[in-house]
């Protein structure tokens, strides 16, 4: 197959370096101007991509982008012409995005957040179409310098008790609340700082780095999947421990079972299960706090995080409930509520249609690519990114995400016709060049 020169030169390389960085903007004031965002806005413009991608490669690359717009505008279009011309039951309780602006029709976040989205989609386009297994080292580059930052902070924070992030300027709201959540947690007498780096906060931490350490396991980065597992359990998030988890499981069914290191993990995590209730039954606070705060409180719905997680998914699927049946198909009009959970946040904002389509973008891989070790990785990678997603962290323009989407859609697109001569040779072939 015959492919199109990308992302020639320093273009991806620096880009990759500050891709998930989210709470620093290179504009301060002018929300969206993360260093990521701008990278691959910059896309759009007919110069960069002649430097960045080459005159070739730019027919592919708008003909993708101008089909993802025509989908995009057309359901909004729908979801605004529903709304101007049937009744409309009001936000309710439901969080929106902007909450002092009451309108329906046309609101500023509607054109703001599809920014966002722009950005995360010329990301997976970009790396679609033009990714090599080169780029690896650069993007996780990028994630070891986010994990290092984080470790930092974590450290700063035991030895002066302040907060030591001094890169984060991103603020929300009126100005006073930070786009970086300072966060820490006393586990018995030892009080520690949530690791979260440059990233909103703890959860949206893990979300980011998790599709970093699977694709560290399965290109065989020991000491970076080590070092970015390490991140991951300092965060003491939720999200951390279930998408952990749930590469466990994932990871058990693509391999069938037949995976020595899923027998050491496995293993290891029971021992740790036993120690932790064997101290449990014998009454240690300190056990016992860390489960409530990390599980029990989430899953029953109790303590501030916990209600207001199950608060937020209940006025979204209850809006969604009482919107006219073409609302309820084509939504209400991207980024106006932003709930806890991807999940209801895309129901009400696109509708069913929307809901579906972001889906199959993300499961499609997960089903056709094959059963090496390294496509493996991906599709782990994509499922828990998007089981995820959809249960705790409503983040639809986080362009880590994206960039493993696009990264699935080139392997996928690149050995569909070799794997079908020999399933794995074409596909441990590239893995070889990806770790050299």
């Not at 993802?68 to 729908?78: D, K, P, Q, R």
């Not at 014998?282 to 860390?290: H, K, S």
Request: aromatic letters at 14%; charged letters at 10%.
């Amino acid at each position: 197959m015959n492919r199109v020169s990308y992302g020639s030169g320093l273009y991806f390389p620096l880009w990759a370096l500050v891709l998930p960085i989210t709470s620093v903007l290179v504009l301060p004031g002018l929300q969206g101007t993360t260093p990521g965002n701008l990278f691959a806005l910059l896309l759009l413009t007919p110069g960069v991509v002649a430097i960045a991608i080459g005159f070739d490669g730019a027919r592919h690359f708008y003909r993708d982008i101008a089909m993802l717009a025509m989908i995009f505008v057309s359901l909004n279009a729908l979801a605004q012409l529903s709304l101007a011309t049937l009744d409309f039951p009001g936000f309710g309780a439901v969080q929106l995005v902007d909450p002092f602006d009451r309108s329906v029709l046309m609101r500023t976040t509607m054109f703001t957040q599809s920014t966002y989205l722009l950005a995360a989609a010329i990301t997976f386009v970009f790396v679609r179409h033009g990714y090599r297994p080169s780029w690896d080292k650069w993007f996780m580059a990028g994630a070891v310098l986010l994990a290092c930052y984080g470790l930092y902070e974590v450290v700063w924070y035991a030895v002066t008790k302040t907060n030591g992030d001094f890169l984060t300027n991103r603020r929300f709201g009126d100005g006073t609340f930070s786009g970086s959540l300072f966060q820490t947690m006393a586990i018995g007498p030892i009080v520690t700082q949530r690791l979260k780096s440059l990233t909103g906060e703890p959860s949206m931490y893990a979300f980011t780095i998790l599709p970093f350490w699977i694709y560290a396991i399965h290109t065989k980065r020991k000491y970076v999947h080590l070092l970015l597992l390490t991140t991951l359990l300092l965060s003491l998030s939720t999200t951390a421990f279930a998408g952990i988890l749930l590469y466990c499981i994932f990871r058990l069914v693509f391999l069938r079972g037949k995976d020595k290191f899923m027998v050491l993990l496995l293993g290891g995590l029971v021992v740790g299960l036993l120690v932790m209730l064997a101290l449990g039954f014998q009454g240690n606070p300190v056990v016992l706090q860390l489960f409530d705060r990390l599980v029990m409180e989430k899953l029953s719905g109790h303590g501030e995080s916990g209600y207001g997680r199950l608060a937020g998914l209940l006025s979204a699927l209850s809006l969604f409930g009482n919107l006219p049946w073409p609302n309820q198909l084509f939504g209400i009009g991207f980024g106006y509520i932003r709930s806890t959970d991807l999940f209801s946040t895309l129901l009400v904002n696109t509708g069913v249609i929307g809901l579906s389509i972001f889906i199959f973008m993300f499961i499609r891989p997960v089903f056709r690519l094959g059963n090496s070790y390294y496509e493996i990785g991906l599709k782990a990678a994509l499922c828990v990114l998007t089981t995820t997603a959809m249960i705790s962290v409503p983040e639809y323009s986080y362009l880590s995400t994206w960039l493993f989407l696009g990264v699935a859609y080139y392997v996928l697109e690149n050995f569909e016709r070799s794997r079908s001569s020999n399933e794995d040779a074409a596909s441990e072939t590239f893995v070889q060049g990806a770790t050299a």
